[in-house]
């Protein structure tokens, strides 16, 4: 037994890590596995203060994303994407062995992940398989249990939003548990976030990423949303420079009336494209799972492992989802520009044609 084995805690000898879209898949010229955006954008970078630590938290940043969320800059937190608000959440919020969170799966793995990483027990409430929605009674009941509730809307990986009035009563019937709605796929259905009930409610969080709509994936820049005490308590374990000045330069061009102007023109032309999408599958032998209401869709098929062995050596690369619950023979592909989705028609018809010989 190495040294790592006998000293690692003993809970993290049986935790399976995520695999995540890159690390699980590598190569490839048609990247759909990974919800990004297809678009690359260009940015300008101020090198003269990289000989210094940046900003604990950057006021210019923090301010640009209140104003667009039209939030109180004081409940704004930005951090190395959504990921590490996760992690935030249970370090600040979970005694470990001890406290538990609420997940509705199939939803986002590193729920579950960074819980069971800090020892914090998880429960599942799954969502009902009839709508994709929220088990209420049930969660409500398992919510009054736990220290934080996951809710991921628009959903990862069915793409679908689950509904407003479910979430309030949630969050009405649960008063002393945080409830933490995950938006990191809002910007493909604005109206639908529930950011404006923060000073409604004490106890909601929500979650905002650059990663999707923003094309911003690379620079890992995110957001947690709060009231002033949750920020607070959250910042006592926030690194002491949690963002790279490269970062927190980008994301704020990004932000800018401009950096808006472009990202909303990026994401009508994705849902375009998802459009054109969704149309030429229907007429392949693919059975969708969830409307979706992001740049993605989730599609059921028997051939599922030996589709994405056929695209990933043609160089396309697409998302196995079965090992999701309730997601049996299921793969999520990401929107791509007008060329990948080209390329992707075209294999998917390729293969599809050779099954039915």
């Not at 104003?67 to 704004?76: H, K, L, P, R, T």
């Not at 069971?116 to 009674?137: N, S």
């Not at 949303?225 to 308590?233: E, K, M, P, Q, R």
């Not at 927190?248 to 909303?264: D, F, P, T, W, Y």
Request: net charge negative.
């Amino acid at each position: 037994m190495s040294i790592a084995e006998k000293l690692q805690r003993q809970h993290l000898a049986e935790l399976v890590p995520y695999a995540s879209a890159r690390r699980s898949m590598s190569g490839g010229t048609v990247w759909l596995n990974a919800n990004e955006s297809p678009y690359s954008n260009e940015y300008a970078i101020d090198s003269s203060q990289l000989n210094r630590y940046p900003s604990f938290q950057s006021t210019a940043l923090n301010h640009a994303y209140a104003d667009y969320a039209n939030v109180d800059i004081e409940q704004v937190m930005s951090c190395r994407g959504s990921d590490e608000a996760i992690e935030l959440l249970i370090r600040a919020f979970c005694e470990p062995a001890t406290d538990r969170i609420v997940i509705c799966p199939p939803t986002y793995g590193m729920y579950a992940i960074s819980a069971q990483t800090h020892g914090a027990q998880v429960d599942q409430v799954p969502l009902r398989t009839d709508d994709w929605q929220l088990d209420l009674d049930n969660v409500i009941a398992a919510a009054g249990k736990a220290k934080l509730v996951f809710l991921c809307s628009p959903s990862n990986p069915l793409g679908n939003r689950l509904n407003a009035d479910d979430i309030k009563e949630v969050l009405a019937a649960c008063p002393d548990t945080l409830i933490v709605v995950d938006e990191a796929y809002i910007e493909f259905c604005p109206d639908s976030s529930v950011s404006s009930w923060l000073n409604d409610f004490a106890n909601l969080v929500v979650l905002r990423t650059l990663s999707k709509a923003f094309a911003l994936a690379g620079v890992r820049c995110g957001f947690a949303l709060a009231n002033t005490d949750i920020i607070s308590v959250l910042k006592k374990v926030l690194a002491p420079y949690p963002l790279p000045d490269l970062t927190v330069q980008v994301a704020i061009q990004a932000l800018s009336s401009s950096g808006l102007e472009r990202m909303r023109g990026q994401v009508q032309q994705l849902l375009e494209q998802r459009t054109r999408l969704t149309t030429a599958l229907a007429e392949l032998p693919l059975t969708p799972i969830a409307n979706s209401d992001t740049n993605f869709l989730l599609y059921a098929t028997e051939q599922a492992d030996a589709l994405i062995k056929q695209l990933s050596e043609q160089g396309i690369l697409i998302r196995n989802q079965s090992a999701q619950r309730n997601l049996p023979n299921c793969v999520r592909i990401s929107v791509g520009d007008t060329e990948q989705n080209d390329a992707l028609i075209t294999a998917l018809q390729s293969f599809f044609a050779g099954v039915a010989q």
